[in-house]
């Protein structure tokens, strides 16, 4: 059973993220969980479309696919379909999965392949300079919103469950160990498991919303997230939870019929 170590990839290093980004510690939390589940580092594929998440992929022990911009479900459904006996994992960005990748999402989870997708939900375009996606927050600033985002965000947790993925979580950055215990239990998960990781982007988005610091947007979202139960519970009982509050925890776990189960 390979350790944490061995699933990195040591001649990609150094990392091209910035200081402070948080995509690091989700690879690493997906990485821990490949690696508590005890999978084999050559029964493991890594998809991945484009962006500074999407680097993610190139960075791990295993084979991967670096694919084009929004199409990593529709590559990781192919090696999925010719190879049920893999272990698949795409990593994509909010703009990647949810912009120009949105049909791609809500396919894969109608379909509930047997994969696992981790969304670095940064809420802008990191790798571009920092244009707004579906998931940037309702007033924040952007290069494209540079009075603030008038449109409603994607809630992209809900949008899964929607659609029929058979496991669905939020945590964030700040949840280290709660974003790695998900990210295994949906790897155990069979069907699409969908885990949303909320991640500080202090380049492209925290410049732009007075989040300078990489800790800066680490509190932001330790202090904007509430726990999916309790923010049940407040709205069964009239109370209006801000926009700006999002919920993290658990949203499902099914067993709906899954395409591409292991052999
Ligand atoms: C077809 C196509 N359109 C646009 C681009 C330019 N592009 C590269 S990355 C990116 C967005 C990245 O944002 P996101 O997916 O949220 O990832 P992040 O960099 O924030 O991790 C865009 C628009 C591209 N590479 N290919
Ligand atoms: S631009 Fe943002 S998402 Fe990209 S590496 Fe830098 S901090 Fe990370």
């Known amino acids: 059973m390979p350790a944490l170590s061995e699933w990195y990839r040591a001649d990609r290093m150094p990392h091209i993220y910035c200081t402070g980004c948080g995509n690091g510690t989700v690879l690493n939390c997906t990485l821990q969980a490949a690696s508590d589940m005890g999978w084999e580092i050559d029964d493991t594929v890594f998809v991945s479309g484009i962006g500074c998440s999407s680097r993610a992929s190139g960075y791990t ?17 192919g090696v999925k379909m010719a190879h049920p006996e893999f272990n698949v994992v795409v990593f994509t960005g909010d703009g990647d999965l949810s912009a120009i990748g949105g049909n791609h999402f809500i396919h894969a989870c109608r379909r509930n392949i047997d994969m696992t997708v981790i969304c670095m939900n940064n809420m802008i375009y ?10 940037t927050p309702r007033g924040a600033f952007s290069t494209t919103t540079p009075y603030g985002a008038q449109e409603p965000t994607f809630d992209l947790a809900e949008l899964a469950v929607a659609a029929g993925a058979n496991y669905v979580s939020r945590w964030t950055t700040y949840h280290v160990k709660q974003l790695t215990d998900s990210i295994k239990t949906g790897m155990e998960t069979p069907g699409l498991s969908f885990i949303e990781a909320m991640s500080q982007c202090p380049t492209s988005y925290g410049r732009k919303n007075k989040l300078r610091q990489p800790l800066d947007m680490i509190e932001y979202m330790r202090d904007h997230s509430i726990l999916l139960s309790k923010k049940r519970r407040l709205e069964a009982e009239g109370k209006v939870i801000p926009e700006t509050t999002f919920a993290v925890g658990e949203f499902v776990r099914r067993s709906r019929p899954v395409m591409g189960l292991r052999k």
Do not use: E, K, V, Y
Not at 61 to 77: K, P, V, Y
């Open 61 to 77: 022990a295993a084979d991967s696919l670096h694919t084009t911009h929004g199409r990593a479900l529709a590559f990781a459904t």
């Open 126 to 135: 990191g790798m571009t300079g920092g244009q707004g996606s579906p998931c």
